[in-house]
């Protein structure tokens, strides 16, 4: 399918719209996210469905990098899926796919049941860098929402600059979302 805009051709992706998760491995996926909820959602429930995910990711030949818990709030890993070989559309497609198959359950009710917490390195440098900008801190916060309390909502911006300058420090080359 192809368009005009402005002059140019462009295409539309049509990666989205290929199903390259099957409908059993879905329901296999549906099944042990159920299974690790069981019980409430652990973090060694979602680092085993990472697990999942990765094998998914292997079969639709995608490799998932892994940097680890968000340091920023912990709820989440930060997962990326790469393919040099394929174009980005497919491999976030496929990568969407086997998420949804294997982890998106798991990890929503783990951020419900986990309030969000900074990593004690990121917290020390997020307050080191607001002491430095005559902004106080009660020593007490735990995370991002937090240091926006403790400093005042007009400061807000200044906090997650503060943050995004630990997490540049601490986490080199390392996407971090930050939120």
Not at 39 to 67: F, I, M, P, R
Not at 123 to 144: D, F, K, P
Request: proline share 4%; with cysteine.
């Amino acid at each position: 399918m192809s368009a005009c805009t402005q002059g140019r051709e462009t295409r539309t992706p049509t990666a989205q719209f290929h199903q390259y998760v099957s409908d059993k491995e879905r329901a296999e996926g549906a099944a042990a996210q159920n299974a690790l909820l069981a019980d409430g959602a652990s973090a060694q429930d979602y680092e085993t469905a990472v697990v999942s995910l990765e094998s998914c990711l292997k079969q639709s030949g995608v490799t998932l990098v892994n940097h680890g818990w968000n340091p920023v709030n912990h709820q989440r890993m930060n997962l990326w899926y790469v393919n040099a070989a394929m174009p980005d559309d497919e491999v976030a497609a496929r990568g969407d796919q086997c998420h949804a198959a294997h982890l998106a359950g798991v990890e929503r009710r783990y951020a419900l049941e986990h309030a969000p917490r900074m990593s004690p390195g990121l917290l020390a440098e997020s307050r080191s860098c607001l002491s430095g900008r005559g902004l106080t801190t009660s020593g007490a916060e735990t995370s991002l929402a937090e240091l926006v309390r403790t400093t005042g909502r007009s400061q807000e911006r200044t906090v997650f600059k503060c943050v995004s300058r630990g997490v540049a420090k601490l986490f080199p080359g390392i996407p971090v979302a930050i939120s």
